[in-house]
């Protein structure tokens, strides 16, 4: 299994600018959570969807943040216009979520490094 | 909200040292994990409790569910250089739309 991939792994723009992460979640999963992690913060949750349907987006900072998630196989978050506090390291992570039972396991991609300049 | 405090910050130990790291919850969690995270890549699981009193191993690490669910421990045996890196622990709750509460992370450092 090729594991959760995140595209870019690295970006760096301008502020103002638009600024589109990727994710690909792991294969027959069914529920994915994006995270952001600063040293001051740690890791935060911003938003996680089940079947493709946002569920809790009460992490999302402000109107400036947005995700999608058109189909099981991808998902984006968009920071529109972007600002140097959103520097930090964006997670995705997925799982295979069970109708009842225990927490699945999460399991995340490599991240991907925005700095704002 | 639900927070999981993991401390100190940091640790610092010697190779060849055990070295055991806490996690408490004030409320109650289902779930236990365990993440560990190299620098620039994602948090990796370590192990996943799931029941209250449950020891778990896996290689040199043994992690314990708390009997109270409102905490669990992480031990590492005979550290080694590459046990460096961030530790997280996460809790979880039962339900459709439950979700993970993540700790801020215990960095260990490993001195040959």
């Known amino acids: 299994d090729a594991g959760v991939i995140q595209s870019p792994r690295h970006e760096v723009t301008e502020m103002g600018q638009e600024v589109t992460l990727r994710c690909k979640p792991i294969?027959?999963?069914?529920?994915l959570f994006w995270y952001r992690q600063t040293m001051m913060r740690g890791l935060e949750l911003l938003i996680y969807?089940?079947?493709?349907?946002?569920?809790?987006d009460s992490g999302m900072p402000e109107d400036r943040f947005s995700a999608k998630m058109p189909n099981a196989s991808f998902s984006t978050l968009k920071i529109q216009p972007s600002e140097p506090r959103d520097s930090a390291v964006y997670f995705c992570?997925?799982?295979?979520?069970?109708?009842?039972?225990?927490?699945?396991?999460?399991?995340f991609g490599p991240g991907t490094r925005l700095t704002v300049l | 909200g639900q927070q999981l405090n993991q401390s100190p910050q940091s640790m610092f130990i010697q190779e060849g040292e055990d070295v055991s790291m806490n996690c408490t919850s004030s409320?109650?969690?289902?779930?236990w994990l365990w993440y560990k995270q190299d620098p620039g890549e994602g948090p990796v699981l370590l192990i996943a409790?799931?029941?209250?009193?449950e020891l778990t191993s896996n290689g040199r690490l043994t992690a314990q569910f708390g009997i109270t669910r409102k905490d669990s421990f992480l031990n590492i045996s005979a550290s080694i250089p590459s046990d460096v890196g961030i530790y997280f622990c996460?809790?979880?709750?039962?339900?459709?739309?439950?979700?993970?509460?993540f700790g801020k992370g215990i960095t260990l450092s490993v001195r040959p």
């Open positions: 294969s027959g999963h069914n529920s």
């Open positions: 409320s109650i969690f289902n779930t």
């Open positions: 409790l799931y029941k209250a009193g």
């Open positions: 996460a809790g979880g709750l039962t339900g459709a739309n439950s979700k993970l509460t």
């Open positions: 969807f089940n079947n493709n349907v946002p569920i809790d």
């Open positions: 992570a997925s799982s295979r979520r069970a109708l009842a039972g225990n927490t699945d396991t999460q399991y």
